[in-house]
């Protein structure tokens, strides 16, 4: 294939004070062994070296493209804002800290081209938690693996799609059909759920994405912060209610047939009463389970309700203590 025939692929990095990251973060960008690229750096009013790294690497590399907000817009905005100045077939977004194998974007253009029904590919994700140096998890996306029907897709997507799967390689013409992300907390998800109604899930069996997480997760009102600027969430937002209401006026919206749509809507009921019921389930447990026991039980719990067969947890008490007891929400 000559290289005026490789399609061009757009990739997003939305940033903020980045300064710690960013150049490992560009150098793992521009060293992509892909021919047609272009990335495109949206600076939400950085007050540190951000912009300076920016502007080097720019002189460096004509395929980057690089704006800067005057007044910092939120995160919301700046996500949205590289996809809306990107003009590829294929788009994936960046973050200032991720690090990406020099073939994970051929190898996912790759499979993308010879899957026309696939609307995102990811590869296998090797997840870290900052500061640390053991490996926490691998990432896949194997249950996704044969599912082609929209209904069966749509269920997967809700019980096991791997959130690090967001910062795979889209179909931009796919991307363009949904309603993107809103104004909400897990926004992504959502976006997520929407875009499967469009097409295919596929992936690239190596570990081709380096992931570093938080060392704690966000408490909710930390999110809301993020997401709103306010101080704390209000008592009558309730994170997963808004959210149901997202994905049903999603799927109301989709060019689907009346009948599908109803389909897509018992899932996500039903999806939503099993939430639920675990949740009521895990935290009568844990009133009344004694503390000698919770490690045993509650890992137990979790292995059998909640984690996801698209996880392969690596360091067991790495994963214990930044996974399953925040899930749990026995220990303080």
């Known amino acids: 294939m000559k290289n005026k025939n490789y399609p061009l692929v757009s990739v997003g990095l ?3 004070n980045g300064e710690d990251g960013l150049a490992k973060a560009l150098d793992s960008l521009i060293e992509q062994d892909y021919p047609n690229l272009e990335i495109v750096i949206s600076d939400n009013a950085s007050t540190d070296a951000t912009p300076d790294i920016c502007r080097r690497y720019m002189q460096k590399d004509p395929r980057i493209k690089y704006s800067r907000s005057k007044k910092n817009l939120g995160p919301l905005w700046n996500g949205l804002q ?3 100045r990107s003009s590829g077939k294929y788009f994936m977004w960046a973050a200032h800290d991720d690090q990406r194998e020099k073939s994970f974007i051929s190898s996912c253009v790759l499979k993308m081209e010879q ?3 696939a609307v995102l590919c990811h590869s296998h994700t090797a997840s870290y938690i900052e500061g640390r140096t053991e490996r926490l998890c691998v990432g896949n996306l194997n249950s996704f693996e044969g599912v082609t029907g929209l209904v069966e897709r749509y269920r997967e997507t809700l019980k096991h799609f791997p959130t690090t799967a967001v910062y795979g390689l889209y179909r931009s013409s796919a991307m363009r059909k949904t309603r993107l992300n809103e104004k909400l907390l897990a926004t992504d998800i959502a976006f997520i759920q929407e875009l499967s109604i469009h097409g ?3 992936q690239v069996p190596q570990i081709l994405f380096n992931y570093t997480g938080r060392k704690k997760w966000n408490t909710v ?4 912060k993020f997401m709103f600027g306010d101080e704390k969430k209000p008592w009558w937002y309730l994170p997963f209610i808004v959210l149901f209401c997202n994905h049903w006026s999603r799927v109301a919206t989709a060019s689907l047939p009346y009948g599908v749509k109803i389909l897509l809507w018992a899932e996500l009921i039903k999806h939503q009463s099993r939430y639920i019921s675990l ?3 895990i935290k009568v447990t844990g ?9 045993k039980l509650g890992s137990a719990i979790y292995r059998k309700w909640i984690m996801s067969p698209n996880i392969e947890h690596i360091c067991d008490d790495l994963f214990l203590e930044r996974v399953i007891k925040p899930q749990l929400g026995w220990w303080k």
């Open 14 to 16: 939305f940033v903020f």
């Open 82 to 84: 590289v996809f809306k």
């Open 115 to 117: 899957c026309p029904d």
């Open 200 to 202: 295919n899930f596929v």
């Open 221 to 224: 009102h930390q999110d809301y």
């Open 279 to 281: 949740k009521v389930l």
């Open 287 to 295: 009133w009344v389970c004694p503390a000698i026991w919770r490690v």
